[in-house]
Nanobody, 111 residues
Framework: VQLVESGGDLVQPGGSLRLSCAASGSTFSTDAMTWVRQAPGKGLEWVSV????????EYADSVKGRFTISRDNAENTVYLQMDNLKPEDTAVYYC?????WGQGTQVTVSS
């Protein structure tokens, strides 16, 4: 399985971004997908998870109400809509399936 994240950028506080994670491999539609982030100088922080059908979703308290995870199994893609971004959301964002990880996409929230 290969995962490729995209959509990271520099954005002002209060702004929005939509991250995408495109997956190759035959197991995408049967696996839960997770977003994880790593802020500068800090460890990995779990952000959100969506099950294979898209019906079971959970968020970290730090992003609840601001981030929305979704998936399109026909396109083998999972998304993370991030609204009302804060400087503390600055991090490299990774998507994950099982033991597979993407290369990450940088999100910087700064004025």
């Amino acid at each position: 399985v290969q995962l490729v994240e995209s959509g990271g950028d520099l954005v002002q506080p209060g702004g929005s971004l939509r991250l995408s994670c495109a997956a190759s491999g035959s197991t995408f539609s049967t696996d839960a997908m997770t977003w994880v982030r790593q802020a500068p100088g800090k460890g990995l922080e779990w952000v959100s998870v969506i099950d294979d059908s898209g019906t079971l979703i959970e968020y970290a308290d730090s992003v609840k109400g601001r981030f929305t995870i979704s998936r399109d199994n026909a396109e083998n893609t999972v998304y993370l809509q991030m609204d009302n971004l804060k400087p503390e959301d600055t991090a490299v964002y990774y998507c994950n399936i099982g033991t597979y990880w993407g290369q990450g996409t940088q999100v910087t929230v700064s004025s």
